[in-house]
């Protein structure tokens, strides 16, 4: 598959959050702030493109020789956690800048299922090494993406009058159904 | 039955790591200055997520002071 076509695929026609329901979780919970939304968006892009290289490895060069291919979610799972583990340890212990900026949003991260989504995704479509690199880095730049974009709309919304009823997270899924329609419209992009 | 016994010892290596580097990572001291950091999650709801606990107490801080 060409790579661009592939980057664009991943990030906008085949945006995690809005085809696939996703990573809900930190869609809704951190999307309140457009700080926190850029935070928790590259810390994403960083944890997801580690472990889903990890995995293609784990997968090809451990499980596929051992004729294990069975295991792969549970070891997948287990590499994922232990993977963001080692990202804090390391983040902690030798960039206290960066764990300022992202520390806070590894361990919302070690549970979002994006992550495992995407590890998954690369074998079940048995991508190459090339395209699980673009894929693990435009499925979570689509995230952001969403993220930033629902974040500024949602500081919007808190100025604005809305309804009783529909304060908080109605009408924020109100807004997500209202992305997800338009950006339905790209799928004849590629 | 080697397989199955390389599938328990890979699967019990992962689970162990995973250990290890939880352990290691708790004794790891946070960098100064981020001592009292708190995520800016409004909670989803989710009410199982190791966050919430966080989120809650903020939220009552911030109550407490008004």
């Known amino acids: 598959m060409n790579i661009l076509a592939l980057f664009i695929s991943a990030m906008l026609i085949n945006n995690i959050v809005l085809t696939k329901f996703l990573g809900m979780c930190p869609f809704m919970g951190v999307s309140t702030h457009l700080d926190s ?9 960083f944890v997801i493109f580690g472990a889903s290289v990890l995995s293609y490895f784990l ?22 956690a232990a993977f963001v ?6 983040v902690k212990k030798f960039s206290p800048a960066l764990y300022k900026q992202l520390g806070i949003y590894l361990p919302l991260i070690t549970t979002n299922c994006t992550v495992l989504y995407v590890a998954q995704d690369n074998i079940t479509k048995g991508y ?14 689509g995230f952001m993406l969403m993220l930033v974009i629902f974040a500024t709309i949602r500081e ?6 809305v309804p009783k009823s529909f304060q908080g997270n109605p009408i924020a899924f109100v807004v997500a159904g209202i992305m997800a329609i338009a950006f339905s419209a790209l799928a004849g992009l590629v | ?7 328990v010892v890979l699967a019990a290596g992962l689970f ?8 290691l990572n708790k004794k790891t001291p946070v960098p100064e200055g981020c001592e009292n950091l708190t995520p800016d999650c409004s909670a989803c709801g989710m009410k199982d997520c190791a966050m919430r606990g966080t989120y809650e107490k903020k939220k009552e801080a911030e109550n407490g002071n008004c």
Do not use: C, D, H, K
Not at chain 1, 156 to 161: A, D, E, I, K, T
Not at chain 2, 1 to 7: E, H, L, Y
């Open chain 1, 37 to 45: 939304a850029i935070g928790m968006g590259a810390a994403v892009i």
């Open chain 1, 59 to 80: 997968y090809y060069f451990v499980l596929v020789p051992l004729n294990l291919e069975y295991m792969q979610l549970i070891t997948f799972i287990l590499l994922i």
């Open chain 1, 85 to 90: 583990q080692f990202v804090e340890l390391f």
């Open chain 1, 128 to 141: 190459t090494l090339v395209e699980t690199m673009v894929n693990s880095i435009a499925t979570p730049a």
């Open chain 1, 156 to 161: 919007r919304l808190n100025q604005n009058n």
């Open chain 2, 1 to 7: 039955m080697v397989r199955i016994i390389v599938a």
């Open chain 2, 16 to 23: 162990l790591l995973n250990v290890v580097l939880l352990r």
